[in-house]
C-alpha cells in the first residue's frame, strides 16, 4: 500500500514527536510511508473563520500533493474532518481526483483498526488511563459513540489503547464532552473555552487517571496548558505516543517541552 502521512502544522510546530511516532507506528505495521514534504496547513483554521476563499486554494494544493497515494494517514480526526466532510464546497460534484483522496485520507487509529484491521499492538503501558474523545472525531468521523445518537459504536481508540499490557483505562462521567478548544474558538471566546476546558480536565482528574489520552493533539494542547497552570496531577499524551511505546514523560520533560 502507498501511504501517505498528513502532518497538521500544530503538530509540525509544537509537538513533532507525535509525527515521529505516527511514522514508527505505520512503520511497525510493515508500511513503507512517505512524507510528502512541501505539504502544508489543510485550511481548517480559515474555514473555520469562513475565509472559504483563503482555504479554497489550500484544499487544492492539498488534493494536487496527496491524491496519488492509496491511503493518507493523519494523527487527528479534526483535519482528517476537514478533508473528508468539509473540502466538497471547493470542488465539482463529480471531481474523481478529489472523490478518491477523500474515501482514502483516514485518521490514525480509523486507519489502523478499519483498513489494516489491527487491534493488538505489542506494548506495555502500566499506567491508570482516561480518554479524552474529540468532537470531530466522535461527531463527524463516528470513531466512537456519542450520547446524540443511540447507536453503538465501537471506540478505535479505546480498542487500541486496551491492547497494551499493564495499561488500566478508568472511567470518567461524561465520555463525549467537549474541552473547549474549538480551534479559533479558543481565541475568541477564551473565557467560555477555559471553563469548558477546566470541567472537562477535573472529570479526568476526579477518575484517578494519571495521563489523559487523545486522538487530536490540539485538544490536548489547550488540556494541558490548564493542566500546567493548575498545577494538576495529571499529565497528556496522544495515542501515537503510547502506541509507539514513548514512555511517561517526567515532569521536567514536560516542563521543558512546553
Request: glycine share 6%; hydrophobic share 40%; aromatic share 6%.
Amino acid at each position: 500500500m502507498n501511504v501517505a502521512l498528513f502532518v497538521p502544522c500544530y503538530i509540525d510546530q509544537f509537538f513533532p514527536d507525535v509525527a515521529i511516532s505516527t511514522l514508527e507506528l505505520l512503520e511497525s505495521q510493515g508500511l513503507s510511508v512517505a512524507f510528502p514534504e512541501m505539504q502544508t496547513c489543510c485550511g481548517q483554521p480559515m474555514a473555520n473563520t469562513g475565509c472559504t476563499a483563503d482555504a479554497a486554494p489550500v484544499a487544492r494544493q492539498f488534493v494536487e500533493m496527496f491524491s496519488g497515494y492509496d491511503a493518507v494517514v493523519c494523527p487527528s480526526g479534526s483535519c482528517t474532518s476537514m478533508i473528508r466532510n468539509h473540502y466538497s464546497e471547493y470542488f465539482a460534484d463529480d471531481d474523481q481526483r478529489f472523490i478518491k483522496l477523500r474515501d482514502s485520507t483516514f485518521e490514525l487509529c480509523e486507519f489502523l483498526v478499519d483498513r489494516l484491521g489491527v487491534r493488538t499492538i505489542k506494548g506495555r503501558f502500566p499506567h491508570r488511563v482516561s480518554v479524552h474523545s474529540s468532537c470531530h472525531g466522535l461527531r463527524e468521523l463516528r470513531l466512537g459513540a456519542c450520547s446524540e445518537q443511540m447507536v453503538p459504536r465501537e471506540n478505535k481508540l479505546r480498542i487500541l489503547l486496551e491492547s497494551l499490557e499493564g495499561v488500566e483505562v478508568v472511567p470518567i462521567s461524561r465520555q463525549d464532552e467537549c474541552c473547549g478548544f474549538g480551534g479559533t474558538f479558543a481565541v475568541t471566546e477564551r473565557e467560555t473555552s477555559v471553563a469548558m476546558g477546566v470541567d472537562r480536565v477535573q472529570d479526568h482528574v476526579q477518575s484517578g487517571s494519571e495521563v489523559l489520552v487523545a486522538g487530536d493533539m490540539s485538544c490536548l494542547m489547550h488540556m494541558q496548558g490548564l493542566i500546567r497552570r493548575r498545577e494538576m496531577p495529571m499529565q497528556v499524551m496522544h495515542i501515537a505516543e503510547v502506541l509507539a511505546g514513548r514512555p511517561l514523560p517526567t515532569k521536567q520533560t514536560a516542563s521543558a517541552a512546553r
